[in-house]
């Protein structure tokens, strides 16, 4: 070593140590191996002593050794092993703790809660549940009380419970019950997992669903989990499993206001005592724990009864004869026992439906007591109980029909008839139906949009041929061929007259999607659950844009009776939209609000508010002079409305579906009249098909004229021009009729599968026809017969009007 000198190191290129690895005489070290030859001489020569677990070579503290004056010895490769060896000895250190921390801090969180946690008593928790919820009318006279069998409430014991509804309960909610600890750890991590994710998910065993309802709590949080659990465990070390599963039993919600397995035996089958349950009635009950919400949906009893069948087939406590021999059992029908019956049912179930959207449902508010203050305004509902009494009372019973009534400014739903059997379909919200040419108005707001206006002229003359796509459909409108206006139509005239062939030219020049967004925004939802199934509305099998049926009410244009009144309120609101309801609060005992409605509104056309206004009332322009031409004209005030027709798919001078909706300032109300069956033809007591301006039409009159006696007349604001607003000059032409014969389909919507033929075609001069102004339009034939053809609305022998 020169004098003064370092010891030869190994550098880039440079000489190495002797005796070091890859120098004179040295070791050759190992891939992998580290290089001892880096660290200080003095930790080289330390003498290695035999190794233990708690004392590693590697764990020697090696500041020590180090000086300012040694530091200078190492090389920066030297520095950087020994700084690496000392940074990963703390990440371990620091693994070590952390890991400890978390296996003990939920061992010692569980000890803790464990001894704070009480375990709930069935009787306690009994004693909380079935309080009446009391329901108000908008005036504040009571409606109806709702408790259904809970004032007669017992408990039943562990010998009392059949093993069928062990069975089903077990197979439905927690199979392992009797050999769990109380918890399923796998199904709170699922659980936990989609909690985490902003998912809902079920994971509860049988009793952290008792330890749920009789704590009362309900929020989706992993510490009410955790809590839950806990008091699961400590009821199951406490408890027989016999008493927990009885204690369930009569604490858990079944719907139809049963609390508890010996009311919902009554609520669902009546006379039948609970010791002779089936296993498919069981199966039945055990099925409605999930969403009692939901138990007077039929889709909803069918898949959950099915589920329960199957997973009792794959315990083995039901066998394959019996599962597929067995049908489903049907429920007993409803009953109230405060006196409310008919349609007025619904109302209450419509009620009991909102309180679940607004987060007040039946398991909550029966054990506050609340008070439901509704919308519903008792004159307004006897006018159209009374309308449709009246008017379909003398017709067929095989006839359906619907009316809703809300208030266009706030999106209150004043009057409600969905059917006279209060606890069968609810025809206003729970069917779909082709609107027929009730649907055109949305046609006229995707060309007011798109830059037509009530002038733009279309040719107005029927049969009319289209080529979509190399397939030929022939259109015709109603009353044909006498129905029409021109070749030169202004749209407002085709609106009175309801010309098919103009609407279905025009859409087809707009789009389809334009009139599907023009339909959702006045308020036509865009998607639905209609009895237990979601359905998205105006779109194709794919989801893709609607066919150009739509353009007449056909095809895709499938909608709720309810939600017509709601989308014609918002023409009615000057282009406003308003989110029907009808809950206006929700109060405690003490009269204190829990809930207050809060509007939930939007410009609907257009986020200017002058054009917004203005598409509205131009809408509404077009639509008044429907109801004198239809010959349904509201007694002294001014109306707006449209009626629709839908026929039969294989014969157009029948029809199947039949709608009148129309509207005031402070009132819009749709009509629906239909059949159970569908697609079947609509006869009226005569025998005569049904239009939109025959019973439906007379239903809404009656009811309009009812419903506003005494009220001030309202007059709609005058429409402001609006693109090409104006009729053109009458001129005089010479025009030709194609005649064409389409075979037998259903001639008012789109198709693409079954293309038209024509025979020949012939060519016959007519008399002159020059457009329509005003009132020189070709008038309607008239009859004393109501319910002969009406050329609005599809009243004819032809397709949708």
Not at 31 to 48: C, M, W
Not at 332 to 337: F, H, K, S
Not at 564 to 586: D, L, Q
Request: glycine share 10%.
């Amino acid at each position: 070593m020169p004098p003064g000198g370092r010891p030869p190191v190994a550098g880039p290129g440079g000489p190495r140590r002797p005796g070091g690895p890859g120098g004179p005489g040295g070791p050759q070290r190992r891939p992998g191996e580290e290089p001892t030859d880096l660290l200080p001489p003095v930790y080289q020569s330390t003498p290695r002593e035999p190794e233990l677990l708690t004392h590693r070579e590697d764990e020697v503290e090696l500041e020590p050794f180090y000086d300012d004056e040694y530091d200078e010895e190492l090389t920066e490769q030297e520095a950087r092993a020994v700084r690496r060896k000392k940074i990963w000895r703390r990440v371990r250190r620091t693994s070590y703790v952390t890991f400890g921390l978390m296996l003990l801090a939920p061992v010692v969180a569980f000890a803790v809660a464990y001894q704070v946690v009480d375990v709930p008593n069935p009787e306690a928790v009994a004693a909380d549940q079935g309080k009446a919820i009391t329901i108000l009318y908008a005036d504040g006279t009571e409606m109806t009380k709702y408790a259904p069998g809970d004032a007669n409430r017992t408990m039943v014991k562990y010998e009392d419970i059949p093993q069928s509804l062990k069975d089903a309960v077990f197979a439905a909610e927690d199979p392992t019950f009797m050999t769990n600890v109380g918890f399923d750890l796998t199904a709170i991590a699922r659980a936990g997992w989609y909690q985490l994710k902003g998912e809902n998910s079920g994971g509860s065993g049988l009793t952290q669903q008792y330890v749920k309802e009789a704590t009362d709590q309900a929020d989706l949080t992993l510490t009410r989990k955790f809590t839950e659990a806990v008091t699961a465990y400590k009821m199951s070390q406490q408890q027989d499993k016999e008493d927990i599963l009885t204690a369930y039993l009569n604490t858990i919600y079944f719907g139809r206001g049963g609390y508890g397995i010996k009311t919902a035996v009554k609520a669902y089958f009546g006379d039948v005592q609970l010791k002779d349950l089936t296993h498919a009635q069981s199966a039945l009950l055990a099925g409605m724990i999930q969403n009692p919400g939901r138990s007077e949906q039929q889709a909803y009893r069918e898949e959950r009864w099915n589920y329960v069948m199957d997973q009792m087939l794959k315990h083995g406590w039901i066998d394959q004869g019996y599962r597929q021999s067995e049908p489903m059992p049907v429920p007993v029908e409803l009953t109230d026992d405060s006196g409310l019956s008919g349609t007025r049912l619904h109302i209450r179930q419509q009620v009991i439906q909102e309180m679940a959207k607004v987060e007040w449902d039946v398991e909550k508010a029966q054990k506050v007591g609340v008070t439901v203050h509704t919308t519903i305004e008792p004159p307004k509902q006897q006018a159209a109980e009374d309308a449709v009494h009246e008017i379909m009372g003398p017709q067929p019973k095989e006839l359906r029909s619907s009316l809703t009534a809300i208030d266009p400014q706030t999106g209150a739903v004043r009057a409600y008839y969905a059917g006279e059997d209060g606890t069968g379909l609810d025809y206003a919200t729970n069917t779909l139906q082709e609107a027929g040419s009730s649907f055109k108005p949305f046609d006229l707001v995707a060309a007011l949009q798109k830059g037509k206006g009530l002038g733009s002229t279309y040719d107005g003359r029927t049969p009319k041929t289209f080529n979509l796509g190399g397939t030929k459909i022939t259109i015709r409108n109603a009353s044909d061929p006498g129905n029409t206006c021109g070749e030169q139509c202004p749209i407002r005239e085709a609106m009175r007259m309801s010309l098919n062939t103009v609407f279905y030219d025009l859409v087809i020049q707009i789009g389809t999607q334009p009139v599907a967004d023009a339909a959702h925004a006045a308020g036509i939802p865009k998607t639905v659950e209609v009895q237990g199934v979601k359905k998205d509305l105006l779109v194709n099998e794919s989801g893709g844009p609607p066919n150009v049926g739509i353009a007449i009410g056909g095809g895709e244009a499938q909608v709720r009776p309810f939600d017509m009144a709601s989308a014609y309120a918002t023409f009615a609101a000057r282009g406003i939209y308003h989110e029907p309801f009808f809950i206006s609060k929700i109060t405690n005992a003490e009269g204190k609000a829990v809930y207050q409605h809060v509007d939930v509104s939007r410009q609907a056309f257009d986020p200017d508010q002058q054009k917004n206004q203005d598409i509205a009332d131009n809408v509404t322009e077009s639509l008044k002079p429907v109801l004198t031409y239809s010959r349904i004209p509201c007694a002294g005030r001014e109306c707006a409305g449209k009626t629709g027709t839908h026929e039969l798919p294989d014969d157009a001078s029948q029809t199947s579906k039949a709608w009148m909706v129309g509207y005031t300032p402070s009132l819009s109300a749709s009509v629906w009249v239909g059949r159970d069956e569908g697609n079947v033809a609509l006869k009226d007591s005569k025998g005569n098909p049904i239009y939109g301006g025959g019973l439906p039409g007379q239903v809404w009159k009656r009811f309009m004229d009812k419903a506003l006696e005494g009220t001030p007349p309202e007059p709609f604001p005058k429409a402001r021009k609006l693109n090409q607003f104006d009729n053109p000059q009458p001129t005089t032409t010479t025009t030709t009729t194609t005649t064409t014969t389409p075979k037998k389909e259903e001639e008012n919507r789109s198709t693409t599968t079954d293309p038209t033929s024509t025979r020949p075609t012939t060519t016959t001069p007519t008399r002159p026809t020059r457009p329509c102004v005003g009132l020189t339009c070709p008038t309607a034939p008239t009859t004393s017969d109501e319910n002969q053809p009406d050329p609005i609305g599809g009243n004819g022998p032809r397709p949708t009007g």
